[in-house]
């Protein structure tokens, strides 16, 4: 790993991609329109990136379609895109240094995660969808003897994948992967303060072989090019990761414009129950700090809602605290970092207003809060800690997406179960106990899509990911990943008798 000089030198010596990538090359904004993409850690412009609107729009879903109908890719035998995402693959892995240092630039994540982290799994996603494509056989009926009924997946034609800042290339790679494998034409609407790694990105594409069309990138703000996508009348589906009043939004323009299928994943307020059986605690108070004060907090499946059984409350959160004072905010290109700023100002903003409602609502502030002690400029906010919070509290309720945990205990299994249910979300949860009938148990009675037990965030390529609620529908990663883009066609043939 590069230590903070070099990484500080790599990041000065970029050569920065700014343009919108349409049809196989850059572009500016049809009307010339920029926006400002501002690093976090130093609240300093790095680059004006094209601002896309409706016209671009427009010609990034010409081109898209035209490649779909062309079949250059749609119709391409699988094992032949296969090989062309294998390249993908391992360009983005020969140009990991460069994409990690463009995402921790964008939105502040230490460069120890985006390089350790975000990389290798991206990598590994392309891979994985890569390599299941040439795997997957169609179906026969079991109809009677008078026909035959083949039961067989298509593309559906051009996707829309909008994504969020927090892991940009990560979250952009479980849609594009699955989408490009499935025979796709797709268009990537990076968040606009984060753009910088897809729009690296799309000219890989090109380079592995990805035809002209088949894969774009149009940069902008979500009410311009996200909601002119979401309504385009020939735009098939519609992927996304975000926040859930954006998810809402993206219903309400399918049903206004072609019923396009809109898939979410969306926001998480996960609950973690430490039950008193649980067997190493110290592995589950730093888990619980690392699950929520890792990126910041920034993660859709922040174990945000603490519950600790009653009886083990005071070891339990003197240990919280020690590991909680392992995250030092700092500086992100520092290899030693594992704290970096929030995204930006607004973000900031918005948890300490959080913050100050949790103390306001009566709730006891045991560590961090209003500053980061660190030097200079940027976005911090240290670890911060609630405890004697209630299910009725903001903190409790609503989404931070920020260091800030809120801790609460129980008495009983079916307490610890109601108050870890008692939420609009269900994305993630985690259960630390020795028993396996209470684990079991726990993972049934818990309204989440994904259940760790005794860990959190654990999964790798061939487990789905996603929540119910309103966390979304569908699911990234593994097989299932594939049915968000791809239609059932069923085919029957009428056989007649041979006399
Ligand atoms: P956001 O909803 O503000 O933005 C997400 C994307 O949608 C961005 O590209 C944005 O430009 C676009 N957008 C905004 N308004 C739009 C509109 N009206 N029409 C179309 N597109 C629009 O979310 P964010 O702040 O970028 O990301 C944080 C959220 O993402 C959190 O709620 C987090 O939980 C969620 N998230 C969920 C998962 C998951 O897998 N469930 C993973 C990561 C992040």
Request: negative net charge; aromatic residues 8%.
């Amino acid at each position: 790993m590069k230590n903070y000089n070099e990484w500080s030198q790599m990041a000065a010596a970029l050569s920065l991609k700014t343009q919108a990538y349409i049809d196989g090359g850059y572009c500016a904004a049809a009307d010339g329109a920029t926006l400002d993409t501002i690093n976090p850690a130093t609240e300093q412009v790095i680059a004006s990136v094209a601002s896309c609107s409706d016209a671009d729009v427009e010609l990034a879903v010409v081109a898209a379609r035209r490649s779909f109908a062309s079949g250059s890719w749609s119709h391409r035998a699988p094992a032949d895109r296969k090989r062309v995402l294998l390249r993908f693959a391992d360009l983005i892995e020969q140009h990991s240094e460069e994409l990690a240092l463009l995402d921790t630039l964008d939105m502040g994540k230490p460069i120890a995660d985006s390089l350790g982290f975000d990389l290798p799994s991206t990598v590994e996603t392309f891979r994985w969808s890569a390599e299941s494509i040439d795997k997957l056989y169609g179906e026969i009926a079991p109809t009677g003897d008078k026909a035959l009924a083949l039961i067989q997946r298509e593309p559906i034609g051009v996707v829309a994948a909008i994504v969020p800042w927090n892991y940009p290339l990560m979250m952009a790679s479980w849609k594009l992967a699955p989408a490009l494998a499935a025979g796709n034409s797709v268009i990537l609407k990076p968040s606009e303060k984060s753009p910088l790694s897809a729009l690296r990105l799309a000219e890989l594409a090109t380079v592995a072989g990805v035809p002209d069309g088949v894969f774009n990138v149009l940069p902008g703000y979500g009410h311009t090019v996200g909601k002119a996508l979401a309504l385009h009348p020939d735009v098939d589906v519609i992927a996304f990761t975000g926040s859930t009043a954006v998810a809402g939004q993206l219903m309400q323009y399918a049903g206004q414009s072609n019923m396009k299928r809109v898939w979410l994943e969306a926001g998480g307020k996960s609950p973690s129950i430490i039950f008193a059986d649980c067997k190493d605690l110290e592995a589950a108070a730093a888990t619980s700090a690392s699950a929520i004060f890792s990126n910041q907090g920034e993660v859709c499946i922040a174990t945000s809602r603490l519950y600790v059984e009653e009886s083990i409350r005071e070891p339990f959160m003197k240990l919280l605290l020690q590991e909680a004072a392992k995250f030092v905010p700092g500086d992100p290109l520092d290899p030693a970092t594992n704290m970096g700023p929030l995204v930006d100002r607004q973000q900031l903003d918005r948890v300490r207003a959080y913050v100050a409602s949790g103390v306001e609502e009566g709730a006891s502030l045991l560590m961090g809060g209003e500053t980061a002690s660190t030097p200079g400029n940027g976005y911090y906010l240290p670890p911060t800690i609630f405890d004697q919070t209630h299910e009725t509290m903001k903190i409790v309720r609503e989404e931070i997406f920020g260091p800030v945990l809120a801790v609460d205990s129980f008495s009983s299994w079916q307490e610890a179960i109601d108050k870890a249910n008692n939420s609009d979300f269900g994305l993630g949860a985690s259960v630390w106990t020795s028993s396996l009938n209470k684990a079991h148990r726990s993972s049934r009675a818990l309204e989440a899509g994904m259940v760790w037990v005794n860990g959190w965030a654990g999964g790798d390529s061939s487990t789905p990911f996603g929540g119910v609620k309103q966390s979304g529908n569908g699911r990234d990663k593994s097989l299932h990943a594939l049915e968000k883009f791809s239609e059932l066609k069923m085919t029957w043939i009428a056989l007649d008798g041979l006399d």
